[in-house]
């Protein structure tokens, strides 16, 4: 998080985000995040693969940063997604 924005304007950019989510995404994001779960764990209790649960993963992380518009990680430029 950035320094220079409050815990509330934080959770005020969080929420639309989440809700700009796929359930699965979300699930998955809270899961990691609040449950401390690890990717083979998720891909058991979803029933899919690992590979699935990481693209999941990085497709939440993607929408928050949008919606809290942090600047755009280094490995973004990469794809085109």
């Known amino acids: 998080m950035s320094r220079d924005i409050t815990p509330r304007a934080y959770l005020r950019r969080v929420r639309p985000a989440l809700q700009r989510m796929s359930p699965l995404q979300r699930e998955i994001l809270l899961a990691i995040r609040l449950e401390d779960l690890s990717y083979p ?3 058991e209790r979803y029933a899919i693969s690992v590979q699935d649960v990481m693209e999941q993963f990085t497709m939440a ?3 928050l940063a949008r919606w809290v ?3 755009v ?3 973004r430029r990469l794809w085109s997604w």
Request: no cysteine.
């Open 69 to 71: 518009k942090e600047p």
């Open 61 to 63: 992380l993607l929408i």
């Open 73 to 75: 990680p280094w490995w």
């Open 41 to 43: 764990e998720l891909a």
